[in-house]
Every structure is written in structure tokens, then in C-alpha cells.
């Protein structure tokens, strides 16, 4: 639609991993967010392929040389979290988006720092509240990421897997009424 615009979201890794894992990496790509991530962590991403999130949505953004050296900063204080990780904290704090990430250290950072952040479980239950998927369709994604050994928090992942698994289908009307 000529003149939407999309709120900015910088992706990490873990994300990506978990919905390719779940068989709905490209259901993420119909969230109504702009995807971006550091051009870095696009050109070395394997699994899924770099080229196909290209393809499906997600836009690479280079970093500044002020940005990189900010990096490094913060890489000589925050030992737990990677290059990559903290390049797209910066690039998620200066496009005023929010960070999808599931890296536990990179949530304490990025909150510390005051940006938005959010995880695999959020952009699941996004997705079911916006009929990109049906309960049972992000139920048996996030089994399969439980299988694969995401390391998703286990009391919510249950909690979730229950609730969708008891969801009736849209549209059918509810037993006695």
C-alpha cells in the first residue's frame, strides 16, 4: 500500500533459526513490521540461508563507522554477547524499532539500554492474534523448535502449547452455544 509505513524491526539470528525450525519462517515475513538486520549477520546466516530471508523480506543495513566503533565499546563491557548481537541492538536503537531476539544477554542489554525488545514466544502470539497463523499451526511450530532445542523458556512454551491446542478454529461456533 503506497504510504504505509511499517514500524522497523532489527532481527537477530536466534529468531530466525527458531521460525525456520518451526516451519514458519515465512509466515514472520507477513507480520505487518519492516525486517532489517546487519549486513554482516546476513552474509555469514547458513541456516536459514541468507539469500532466501532476502528474498522473503528482510533488508541488510550497514553500520556506520561511529556505530562499529560504538560496538566495539560496548563489546570491551558486555563479554556475554557477540559482534553481531550488538550491532543490531544499534541498529534497532537508532531506527527507533524494536529488536527480535531470543539471546537471553542481548534482552538485559538491550533493556538496559532502553530499547524495545521482544522474542519467539511475542512474535508467535502475534502472529495467532493476526490470523498470519492459527493456534494449532503455532503449536506445532513451537514444538518443533522445543525439539530442536531452542532455548525458549519451558513454563511459557507450555502454557502457550495448552492454550492454542484448547483454541477453537476462527469462525466455529463454541460447543453448546
Do not use: Y
Amino acid at each position: 500500500m503506497p504510504g504505509l509505513s511499517l514500524p522497523p524491526a532489527v532481527v537477530d539470528t536466534t529468531i530466525l533459526i527458531d521460525m525456520h525450525v518451526g516451519g514458519l519462517l515465512r509466515e514472520f515475513f507477513r507480520l505487518p513490521l519492516r525486517l532489517f538486520t546487519a549486513d554482516v549477520l546476513l552474509a555469514e546466516l547458513q541456516e536459514p540461508a541468507g539469500d532466501l530471508v532476502a528474498r522473503l523480506g528482510l533488508e541488510s543495513a550497514e553500520l556506520s563507522g561511529a556505530q562499529v566503533a560504538e560496538a566495539i565499546g560496548i563489546l570491551g563491557r558486555q563479554r556475554q554477547v557477540s559482534a553481531n548481537d550488538v550491532f543490531t541492538l544499534i541498529l534497532a536503537r537508532d531506527r527507533r524499532g524494536i529488536l527480535l531476539t531470543g539471546d537471553r544477554h542481548l534482552v538485559r542489554l538491550s533493556v538496559e539500554m532502553g530499547v524495545e525488545v521482544h522474542g519467539t514466544l511475542w512474535l508467535l502470539d502475534e502472529m495467532v492474534r493476526q490470523s498470519i497463523v492459527t493456534p494449532v499451526q503455532a503449536a506445532q511450530g513451537l514444538e518443533k523448535m522445543c525439539r530442536r532445542g531452542s532455548r525458549l523458556p519451558p513454563a511459557e512454551c507450555q502454557t502457550r502449547l495448552q492454550r492454542w491446542r484448547l483454541e477453537p478454529p476462527a469462525g466455529s461456533e463454541p460447543a453448546g452455544g
